[in-house]
């Protein structure tokens, strides 16, 4: 009796080389989509999250007829935020001494999503914590050069942005709201700002 071997089933160099070709095609393809699906979704929960900010601004307004004042130069600081729209500090001990919220009401509940790991900065979804705020403090419905305060640069990964600076980010005419909050978004760019009215 004689034994026939059998064909052998293993691939060739030229099929394996073929396949990892179409895998490493279907990766350039899929990685960059993915990136840019992953910014939108921080995108639109920066644009949220500043949105929930901003409706909180105008409950303390409309329990105490101002806003609070939540800034430094600027920039949200935030412990004033804490302590202005939730009654209470980052640690959530009760405030105690001078705050503009003298009922101690919570006009905002914080989140894990709002701090960074530590507990002692507010950032937005890309982890940003130069967060800028305007408001209108002369109460005509729009943000421009009349109010009180400036636009200031925020600092994100990869450098200092200002809204100034972004492709038509600010008419010249003001934003139509009564508080405006910005973060350098990816940070990329000016481009790359993550604006609250746009």
């Known amino acids: 009796m004689r034994f026939r071997r059998s064909p052998s089933a293993a691939f060739t160099l030229i099929e394996l080389l073929t396949v990892i070709a179409i895998l490493g095609i279907l990766a350039a393809i899929i990685i960059p989509t ?5 910014n939108a979704a921080h995108r639109a929960k920066t644009k949220a999250q500043f949105s929930q900010w901003a409706a909180a601004m105008e409950l303390f307004r409309q329990e105490y007829g101002f806003y ?6 600027g ?22 001494g001078s705050t503009a919220n003298r009922k101690g009401l919570s006009f ?31 109460r005509d419905g729009i943000i421009n050069a009349s109010d009180t305060g400036s636009w200031v640069s925020v600092v994100g990964a990869d450098g200092v942005f200002s809204p100034m600076a972004a492709d038509e980010a600010i008419p010249t005419s003001g934003v139509r709201a009564r508080v405006v909050f910005y973060s350098a978004g990816q940070g990329r760019d000016a481009n790359d700002l993550v604006l609250s009215w746009r």
Do not use: W
């Open 34 to 38: 993915v990136s840019s699906a992953r």
């Open 75 to 96: 920039k949200v600081d935030p412990d004033r935020f804490a302590s202005e729209l939730t009654g209470r500090s980052l640690t959530g001990a009760a405030v105690t």
């Open 108 to 138: 905002y509940a914080l989140s894990a999503d709002d701090l960074d790991v530590d507990g002692t900065h507010l950032v937005d979804a890309f982890g940003n914590s130069d967060i800028g705020v305007r408001i209108d403090t002369n």
């Open 68 to 73: 609070p004042d939540i800034a430094v130069a």
